[in-house]
T-cell receptor
């Protein structure tokens, strides 16, 4: 059974800093992995989909990496902004399995 | 930009009542999903649906739950006899395909409160 862990559970950084969010999963037999953000009381917004054959995927200030063999993915956010404050979730595969996410706060 | 929509945004019901949550997936998508999130907990997979059939379901999705695509646009989740523990946010999602480019797009959710 797939288990997803995200560390840290919460992170506060000053505006403008670059940061990395970590995601690990126990079953490396995945087709892809998706990163989402969730604002309080809202739905999930897809940020990036990275396929199992890819090592990186970029969208604007976001860069996701995937190391299937070690069961890890990272989400790099460049030049953070207050609007980036949200909970970030990673989820592998079709039947998305979620961890508890990282609650990110960008301090103006 | 196309988006997944869900109605109602908030549903309050009494224990034992039936509820139907409605979703309109993105129009050219073929795969449909329901997830739920109990307050303060993880998002959990309930069921996936393709070609008018359930393709996979979790242990949460017991006989009290059913899904249907009654026409070409709507996708519904029915809970036959609601329990207090069914109180949660229910999210619908859709994707174009199941493997490879399987980016799932989520709706804004329906908050179900069972009293």
């Amino acid at each position: 059974k797939q288990e997803v862990t995200q560390i840290p559970a919460a992170l506060s950084v000053p505006e403008g800093e670059n940061l990395v969010l970590n995601c690990s999963f126990t079953d490396s037999a995945i087709y892809n992995l998706q990163w989402f953000r969730q604002d309080p009381g809202k739905g999930l917004t897809s940020l990036l989909l990275i396929q199992s054959s890819q090592r990186e995927q970029t969208s604007g200030r976001l860069n996701a990496s995937l190391d299937k063999s070690s069961g890890r993915s990272t989400l790099y956010i460049a030049a953070s902004q207050p609007g980036d404050s949200a909970t970030y979730l990673c989820a592998p595969n079709e039947k998305l399995t979620f961890g508890t996410g990282t609650r990110l706060t960008i301090i103006p | 930009e196309p988006e997944v929509t869900q109605t109602p945004s908030h549903q309050v019901t009494q224990m034992g009542q039936e509820v139907i949550l409605r979703c309109v997936p993105i129009s050219n998508h073929l795969y449909f999903y329901w997830y739920r999130q109990i307050l303060g907990q993880k998002v959990e997979f309930l069921v996936s649906f393709y070609n008018n059939e359930i393709s996979e379901k979790s242990e949460i999705f017991d006989d009290q739950f059913s899904v249907e695509r009654p026409d070409g646009s709507n996708f519904t989740l029915k809970i036959r006899s609601t329990k207090l523990e069914d109180s949660a946010m229910y999210f619908c999602a859709s994707s174009l395909r199941v493997i490879s480019m399987n980016e799932q797009y989520f709706g804004p959710g329906t908050r179900l409160t069972v009293t």
